[in-house]
């Protein structure tokens, strides 16, 4: 009783003076910070620490401890601790040798130890003795001691501007720059026990380009690493790895639709920390800007964010290069580079927060799998697949479904008055439900990715393609589309037309259009006219259109226009337009059969009977009798052997003629193959010159047949 008052007392005689409150007494049962707020706290002053950049932080208890970095003059190597309850700064007293002045290293923590690896090192203003390092150091909090560790076989690659993480009492090196390439090898080295040798790591699956400039940050047994300088192929992809299968893989969520938002922009120089089952990511330079929202990305729901911070937040500015720590729960970042190249020494604070997370959509997920307490049956399709799901539900989500479940109810209490269908219970196990949905507009494939999305707000199209942009996924979610149009699910509809806009292209940008246009969606044809780049689909548009329409009538006139138009691809359809009678021809089409009754009416008006008509092959001809009772029918003659034309022509004593193209009574010279003689003496170029890598004074030349056969192309 008596220390219950003596506690009562010394609180309300702290209360009276807020000013005087007990700094520890206020740790004690708080403090209570609003969640998102970004706060500021004591600056570290030049007399504790320089500003500085490229250095890293690590949280240690109630601590957080900064090492090296640069501050614009030369490379530091001191040790600097921020205390958290105290607010305050100090200099770290340090027995031992501790590492050579750096930059671009890694820091972790390991039990009661500070393992400082690798780094650059060097005079930056001599600029000499600048190298890379592949040394460690560990740092012992208890004793303030620093100890470098000696190896015994392989090391390593001197390297810096690398990734660290520990796992299972091992570090773990991802990566960097050897001062001459980027890496992306990965070491590790068991931080246990006294053999201190480093063991190369054998990476597996889709593993993540040669980076450097990167953070890494470990949760939930992976590590994960995004973004970083990785020269052409720099990207914002999240990559994870597996440390018992020491397998890579890319976290893809771009096929995913829901309604969320995208990956941070790709950026290098920048901060990602883990906090339960998020991992948050800050700064860093993205394409010559330098952004200060803070990015989370939920682990469970594969969910990116942007998240706003608090009304009375003080935000710092965008910044490089600079490092953070989390400690409880509230995210620290310390220093960096910002405008103007100009070191910072400010100490920023982020309360995360710690609510539980929601599981709602996953609850009514497994309850859409199991089919417990189903009491509606979809009728999808034309033949009618039996679909399950809750009435309730489906009327909060689709306004159509809720009028189709209105009517069917009321459909079915006619027919049970009627006597012409009993009652069943409201829920029985024994048989399906009673009440049926007709649904004949819809498919089933489709439909059930849309009950999906009515159930968990988000489906994924890529369950049986893993291609989001293969044509079939892209023809699936288009239906989906259709779907969402017709059942009044606008958030769905919104999602589908996002994902479509993102995944055409080249290869499925065709297929789209015509279903599009079958399914009437005019947002989407645009969107397939607009995609980009646009004159990808014009071209290929009008090279399939040519491709259709090229014959015998109209080739040279298209070959003419696309050599002065330098179509190269549209020359060789040109020259490869099929069937050619011989290498380089063009094709030749079949006369039109002549009007009924011409021949009788031409031999009339020149005074003459008419000719019995002809079957011409191969340069023979045979009469065809008039059809009559029992008339055999005509043969076709057998084709002529070949080089006969040649032979007969030779015992005449005269050249051969030129093949001819007989039907109906008219005939048509076919020319010979031509052959492309070029003014720079080769004897043929052909394909270089249909490539543009000839001299492109080609021209073609006929062998010598009959003067309706001698064509050239004027110009080419």
Not at 71 to 76: P, Q, T, V, Y
Not at 124 to 129: G, M
Not at 167 to 183: E, Q, S, T, V
Request: with cysteine.
């Amino acid at each position: 009783m008596t220390l219950s008052v003596a506690l009562a007392k010394m609180i309300s005689e702290q209360l009276r003076n807020p000013n005087d409150l007990d700094i520890n007494l206020r740790m004690e049962f708080g403090p209570f910070e609003t969640v998102h707020k970004w706060k500021r706290m004591s600056e570290c002053y030049e007399f504790v620490g320089a500003r500085r950049s490229k250095h890293t932080a690590v949280a240690y208890k109630d601590a957080i401890y900064v090492f090296g970095g640069d501050n614009g003059k030369s490379m530091l190597n001191d040790l600097i601790r921020f205390d958290i309850r105290e607010k305050s700064w100090t200099k770290t007293g340090c027995m031992g040798v501790p590492p050579a002045p750096r930059y671009h290293h890694s820091a972790v923590v390991h039990r009661s130890s500070m393992f400082v690896f690798g780094g650059y090192t060097g005079d930056i203003l001599a600029n000499s003795n600048l190298t890379n390092k592949n040394d460690l150091f560990e740092y012992k909090f208890t004793s303030a001691q620093w100890v470098q560790w000696r190896f015994t076989g392989q090391e390593p690659v001197p390297r810096s501007a690398h990734g660290a993480a520990v796992y299972d009492d091992k570090l773990w090196i991802f990566a960097g720059y050897d001062g001459n390439a980027r890496l992306n090898d990965m070491w590790t080295i068991n931080l246990k026990g006294e053999t201190h040798q480093w063991e190369h790591v054998e990476q597996k699956g889709q593993c993540p380009p040669t980076c450097c400039n990167f953070p890494v940050a470990v949760a939930g047994g992976k590590m994960f690493v995004f973004s970083g300088q990785s020269g052409a192929k720099i990207t914002n992809a999240l990559f994870q790895f597996d440390f018992e299968t020491h397998t890579w893989s890319r976290v893809c969520t771009e096929h995913l639709l829901r309604s969320a938002g995208g990956a941070p922009a790709r950026r290098y120089g920048h901060v990602m920390v883990a906090h339960r089952s998020h991992l948050y990511v800050f700064g860093g330079a993205a394409d010559n800007t330098l952004p200060n929202d803070l990015h989370c990305y939920d682990l469970d729901t594969q969910i990116w964010s942007v998240i706003q911070p608090a009304a009375d937040s003080q935000i710092p500015s965008g910044r490089l290069f600079h490092a953070g720590a989390v400690v409880g729960d509230a995210l620290y970042i310390f220093g960096g580079t910002v405008d103007n190249n100009v070191r910072s020494g400010e100490l920023f604070r982020f309360q995360l927060s710690n609510y539980p997370r929601c599981t709602l959509h996953e609850d009514f997920g497994r309850i859409l799998k199991s089919h417990q307490f189903c009491d509606v049956q979809l009728l999808v399709g034309p033949d009618q697949t039996v679909v399950l799901a809750h009435q309730a539900i489906l009327a909060a989500r689709s306004p159509y479904l809720r009028a189709k479940i209105k009517e069917a109810r009321e459909e079915l209490n006619q027919r049970i008055a009627a006597g012409e269908e009993e009652a069943s219970e409201v829920y029985s196990y024994k048989s399906p439900p009673q009440l049926k949905v007709l649904l004949p507009e819809a498919t089933p494939e489709a439909f059930n990715m849309v009950l999906n999305y009515i159930y968990t707000d988000r489906i994924d199209p890529t369950e049986k393609d893993e291609d989001p942009a293969s044509p079939g996924t892209v023809l699936l979610v288009l239906q989906v589309l259709r779907l969402a149009l017709r059942l009044c699910v606008p958030r769905l509809r919104g999602l589908c037309a996002r994902f479509l806009r993102h995944q055409l292209g080249y290869g499925n940008v065709l297929q789209a259009l015509q279903a599009a246009h079958h399914a009437r969606l005019a947002c989407i044809k645009e969107d397939c006219l607009r995609s980009s780049p646009p004159q990808d689909l014009a071209l290929r548009l009008c090279a399939r259109f040519l491709r259709h329409q090229l014959g015998y009538g109209n080739v040279l006139q298209a070959l003419q226009a696309a050599h002065h138009a330098r179509l190269a691809c549209i020359k060789e359809d040109c020259l490869r337009s099929p069937p050619p009678p011989g290498p380089g021809a063009a094709p030749v089409r079949a006369l039109p059969a002549p009007p009924a009754g011409l021949r009788e009416r031409a031999a009339g008006a020149a005074g003459r009977a008419p000719r019995a008509p002809r079957l011409h092959q191969g340069g023979l001809s045979q009469v065809i009798p008039p059809p009559g009772p029992g008339a055999a029918p005509v043969r076709a003659l057998p084709a002529p052997p070949a080089g006969l034309r040649e032979r007969a022509a030779g015992a005449a004593g005269r050249a051969p003629r030129a093949p001819r193209l007989h039907q109906g009574g008219l005939s048509q010279v076919i020319p010979p193959p031509r052959t492309w003689r070029c003014a720079c003496a080769r004897a043929s170029c052909a394909t270089s010159w249909a490539t543009g890598t000839c001299c492109r004074r080609c021209r073609p030349r006929t062998t010598r047949a009959s003067p309706a056969s001698r064509r050239t192309v004027s110009g080419l």
